[in-house]
Each structure stands twice: as C-alpha cells, then as structure tokens.
C-alpha cells in the first residue's frame, strides 16, 4: 500500500506537471488544464463510487486487486507515451474508475490479514502509507527534475522530462504492487462481503437533516468545507504558482511536499501542544490562523519565504482537520456517526471539485500583470489572487465556525492563551451541560444575596427551573465548612487551610448540587463562587491569585460560570451597611479594598464572561441592569425558540 500510494502521488504530480508543460507557456491553458486533471481524478468517484463499490463486492478480491493493478500499471505507462491532453484525461479517468474496485476490495481484505485487537494500530498505520507517502513522493519529484535534464538530452525531451519520468516510476510502483499481492496467501478467496458502496445522494441528504439540527456540527461542517476550500485552491494552483516565482518542477515538488510535511506536523504535534484549549475554540481558530497565511502566501515572491509559510499554513490547517474530525466522532452520536461521516466526506469531495475547477479559471481570468513604481516592478498573476482571495474566505468561513461553536460563549479567546501561558487552562475542556450557570461575586453588603432572589424569580416567571444556592455552605458538608470559616471563635486559619477549605466547600458544591442542576438543563444562580477566592484568599490574603484559581478549577473539574455579576460598591459603603462582622467582615478596610480591585480586574481581563454592576443604586434599578443582561443569554428557552 505504501509503495503503491507513493506511485499514486507521484503520478499526481506528474500529471499536474506534464499538463503545464503541454500548455507550452500559455498561463490561462496552463491553468485550465490542471485543473482538468484535479476534476478528471475526483469526479469517478462522485459519479462511480456507487456502482462501483457494488461490483467489486461480487468479484475474487485477490484476483481483482492484481488485475487493478496491471490495469493500471498499464494505464500510467501510456500517459507520457502517447503525451497529448486527450489521453491524459481518459488515460486519469481510467485510472480513477479502477482504483474504485481496488479499494474495497483492499479494504475487506485488511480485517482478514489482522487480529481484531490490531485493527486500531492497523488503520494508523494505512494512514501513514497513504498520506506520509506524499512528502517522499515530492522529495523523488524534485529529485527527478535534477536528473531528468541530462536525460531529456541523451534521449529525447518529449519521452524523459520530469513529469515522464516520474510516470514510469507511478507505472513500475503498480506492477511492483501487483505481485506482492500475487505473494499473499493469507487472503481469503472469493468476494468481499460488507463493502458496501456508499450512495452520494442518499448519505448527503440523511447527513443534511441532522447537521441542520446542531449548532455545533453545523459549525464544524462549514469549518471543515471553508478548510478544503482553501486547500483545494492550494493544491489546484500550486503548479502556476510555483511557475510564477520564476521556478520549475523541482520547486513544484518542494511546495507540495511542504504542505504535506505542514500537515504530518499539525496532525501529530498540534493537538498536544494546543491540549490546554478547547477543541471547539482550537478548530476555529486554527482554521482562521491558516487562512491568514493563506493570504500572506499570496503575497511573497520568494521561494523560500513561500515554502516556510506553506509548512506553517500547512501545520494549522492539519491541526483543524484532525480536531474537526475528532469533534465529529465525539459529539455525533454512535447510530449517527457513520452517516454524518458520510455526509461530511460526500460534501468535501463536491467542493474539491468545485474548487478545484474555479479556482484555476479565475486564476486564468484574472492573468498575468505587472506594476511599475518608479523602478520597482511588481508582478501579481492570477494564482497569487486566487490564494488571496481563497485565504479571505477561509478566514471569513474560520470566524464563522468559531463563533457557532464557542463552548463557553462568555469566556474570550484571549483570556484562554493568557491563561494558557501561565499554565492554569488545564483541561478547560470539561463536559458541557445544557444549563446555565450565574454567579454573584461582590464585596461585603452589596446586595449579592437581594439580588440573587429577585433573578431567580424573575427567571421562574419566565418559565425556567431555577436553584439559588450559595458558598461557602451550599451543601450539608459546606454548612458545616461554613461554620468554621465564618464563626469568629475559629480564630485564625492559614491561608492556605483556609483558601483549601473553600475549594472543598466548593468541590462538594459543584459535585452534589451545581452540576447535576446543569445536566438538567436547569438555571444555577449561585451567591459567590470561585471568583471569590481568587479576590479573598489571592488579593486579600497574601496567597497568589492565580495559584488559588488554579485550585478552585482542579476542584471544580474547570466548571466555569456562564456568566457573574460583580456587584461593585466602595468597602467602606459596603462594610457600612453590616449590621455585625463574622471572621471575614472583621478584617481591615485595606483587605476588602484590595478584594474589590481584584473584582475589578478579574472582569477588566474578560468582559464577555462578568458584567460589573453598580451597587450604589437602587435595588430595582440593579435587578433592571440584570434583567437586561441575562435576556440576552442565547441558552434561555425564550432565546431558543425564535
Ligand atoms: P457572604 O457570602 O457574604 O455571606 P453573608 O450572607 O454572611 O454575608 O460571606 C461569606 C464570606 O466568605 C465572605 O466574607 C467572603 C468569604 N469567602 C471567601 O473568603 N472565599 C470564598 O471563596 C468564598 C466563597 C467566600
């Protein structure tokens, strides 16, 4: 499968190139006709697929695996001989048209070679035969540029340029394949039985109705069509491109052994070093960062400068492939996932045709041109346009899917990559729920307590199931941490016990009463929660902030507020209004100064998530505030239905 997956890239270079180079230098025939090429390998299998998928099922698989590849061993062979653009197509179709047996026929016939228990390890493995083949491919490709000069002039130009060359190589690679599957006893005889072959229309429109349906998936769809939109017009015009920075066929090969090599980084680096961020946050975002080099790429007019950014742009775009298909296989459900899947594939196959034949023709509309400052001149051709424009689209597509699928719609990005830094995101990724979660953080006397009741009943009048709840002592076990926080007779506490011991508060609270409130999908309202500790135990005491925050979050499993309200009000106002003082109420003015500015700071950072009420005003005026403020929620059921 290696072998035969390298001969497959190669000849998809090859053909890209020897379809320049019968364009004899005409740019929009050059682009036209690649373009044909990408179309000619794709559209079997839209059309065919079925049919096919069908018929290799009623076949002996070993016997119809050998006489694929002869076929196409043949096939390849007669592209550089006969070398005009009629049988370059035909010669592609065909080739096509058989890999559309020998597949299924490959793909029963591995389970029969392999224990069930190895199967995982199996499919890396074909995975890395088909995809980590390409970057040898280019390598070989450039290579051959180098000895296809002498070559061409022993024998002649027309039968050993690069590209023929390394179609002779494609043509050998299948033969080659073909006998070592002659070699394998182990296959079973007769048909292959459950390779079923997959109908475009059927799955594309079961797959259609429920991705309608999530938010989520929607997102992840567009997400992963704007990705294969902007690599298709990568791929599609990576050989004008290439042409347009005044370099040739071993360029070519480099370009696309870079985008390859980008991808085999992103893919198996990427979603460790990103481990700290959300998946849904990371698609999006990786998809827009790659998008940007997109547009940079277009811009350069260095070979070199081009190739680092293609390797980067490369790595970005295969660290959302791999997180989209991730996402895919975790939030559909199991009877869904082979349908959606499907239906994904399906889609990405039609834009790659799509893209792959728009993009060359408007590179070919648009031409070549030049420029003139004084004495610079700059040339901009078609391609670079069309990367251009193909890098704003996929930056456009990556905003999009990143706003459809904010997990925690309050919490900014930016705040995430800060944390990040500082090491305390871990695991930010703790299961959604399909509640909505408010706290009320504030200091001493600002009417937390008023106003956490008065939201709650207002929610309730709007038909929502609502708990009130409040810490320290929001459970049985918390009543009782309440009492030896709060009773003055306690006495001093260490900071740390202290700061520990409302993170257990909190542990419990979050496990017995928050959480399974959220998995109702029900409203939590909670009269102070983390951002309390991070103010009191960090700013207030002479703990770190962020080590106390990064306590609360191990404790609470990274259960963040959907959204707090900072109830503000100068201390000496606040503590004023205190009829008598528990442990905490009695410290020094100074304390619950720098608890307020800690607030303060806390929702400076990350505006999307707090709201920071002035508690100096009237208690109808502040509930109105709220009011306002949490309509807006898109989780609440009256947000939901229109
Ligand atoms: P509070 O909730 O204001 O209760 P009351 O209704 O009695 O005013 O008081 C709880 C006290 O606990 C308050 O002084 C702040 C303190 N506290 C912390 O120091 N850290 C925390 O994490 C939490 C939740 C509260």
């Known amino acids: 499968m290696a072998f035969s997956s390298f001969g497959d890239w190669l000849g998809l270079l090859a053909t890209t190139a020897l379809a320049q180079q019968l364009a004899g230098g005409n740019y929009s025939k050059a682009n036209f006709a690649i373009a044909g090429v990408f179309i000619v390998r794709l559209l079997p299998a839209v059309l065919l697929g079925p049919i096919a998928g069908v018929f290799a099922d009623r076949f002996d698989r070993r016997r119809l ?7 196409r061993f043949f096939l390849y062979l007669s592209i550089p001989l006969v ?20 597949s299924p026929a490959k793909e029963a016939s591995v389970p029969n070679l392999i224990p069930k228990n190895k199967l995982e390890s199996a499919n890396q493995v074909t995975l890395l035969a088909s995809y980590g083949t390409a970057p040898i491919a280019a390598i070989v490709f450039s290579l051959l540029a180098l000895v296809a000069g002498p070559l061409s002039k022993a024998f002649s130009e027309r039968y050993a340029s690069t590209a023929n060359i390394a179609l002779y190589i494609d043509a050998l690679s299948f033969l080659y394949t073909a006998w070592v599957v002659f070699g394998i006893k182990g296959l079973p005889k007769g048909p292959a039985v459950g390779a079923k072959g997959e109908n475009i229309g059927k799955s594309l429109l079961g797959g259609f109705s429920f991705v309608r349906k999530s938010q989520v998936i929607n997102g992840l769809v567009i997400g992963m ?18 042409g347009d920075l005044k370099a040739g066929d071993a360029a070519y090969g480099v ?4 985008v390859f090599t ?11 070093i990103f481990s700290q961020f959300s998946r849904r946050r990371i698609f999006g975002a990786s998809l827009t960062i790659s998008s940007i080099f997109l547009i940079l790429l277009s811009t350069i007019t260095n070979l070199v400068l081009a190739l680092i950014v293609t390797i980067i742009l490369g790595a970005f775009a295969g660290l959302s492939w791999v997180t989209g298909f991730t996402m895919l296989g975790l939030e559909v459900e199991d009877e869904m996932r082979g349908r959606v899947f499907a239906f994904v594939q399906s889609l990405i196959r039609i834009s790659l045709v799509l893209v792959l034949a728009i993009a060359p023709v408007v590179a070919a509309a648009i031409g070549r041109h030049s420029f003139q400052y004084s004495s610079y001149t700059v040339t901009y051709n078609g391609a670079a346009f069309t990367l251009l424009l193909a890098g704003v689209i996929g930056t456009a597509v990556g905003v999009i ?7 925690r719609p309050s919490i900014s990005l930016w705040s995430d990559i800060r944390n990040a830094f500082r090491g305390e995101l871990g695991g930010i990724t703790g299961a959604t729920h399909a509640g909505i979660f408010i706290s009320f953080e504030g200091g001493e006397g600002s009417g937390k307590s008023t106003q956490t009741k008065l939201l709650g009943e207002y929610l309730e009048s709007i038909g929502e199931t609502v708990v009130l709840t409040r810490e320290p002592g929001g459970s049985p076990i918390g009543v009782q941490l309440r009492q030896i926080l709060l009773a003055n007779e306690t006495g001093v506490i260490s900071p740390r016990a202290e700061a520990l011991m409302y993170a257990a508060d909190r542990a419990h609270h ?21 951002d309390s500790s991070i103010a009191y135990q ?3 005491r002479v703990l770190q902030p962020s080590e106390v925050a990064r306590i609360s979050r191990w404790a609470t499993e990274s259960l963040t507020p959907t959204l707090t309200f900072i109830m503000d009000i100068p201390a000496e106002i606040g503590l004023g209004r205190l009829e008598s003082q528990d442990r905490l109420e009695s410290e020094p003015l100074a304390f619950h100064e720098r608890v307020r500015r800690e607030f303060l700071n806390l929702a400076n950072i990350d505006p999307e998530r707090y709201a920071v009420i002035d508690a100096t005003q009237s208690v109808d005026a502040i509930h109105a505030q709220i009011k306002e403020r949490v309509n807006h929620l898109p989780l609440l059921k009256i947000n939901k239905k229109n």
């Open 401 to 407: 899917s990143y706003h459809r699928m904010k997990d």
């Open 83 to 102: 070398g005009n653009y009629f049988w370059l197509y035909t010669a592609t179709v065909l080739v096509e048209a058989v890999t559309l047996f020998w």
């Open 262 to 272: 980008g991808l085999a980084l992103g893919i198996s680096l990427g979603p460790k």
């Open 510 to 530: 979050v496990f017995a009463v928050i959480r399974p409130a959220l998995d109702r999908g029900e409203i939590v309202i909670t009269d102070r929660y983390l």
């Open 225 to 242: 069509l704007g990705a294969f939109f902007a690599a298709g017009a990568v791929i599609g015009l990576a050989r004008t491109f290439v």
């Open 65 to 71: 695996m050998i006489l694929c590849d002869i076929l």
């Open 255 to 258: 370009l696309f052994g870079s």
């Open 538 to 540: 960090g700013a207030g």
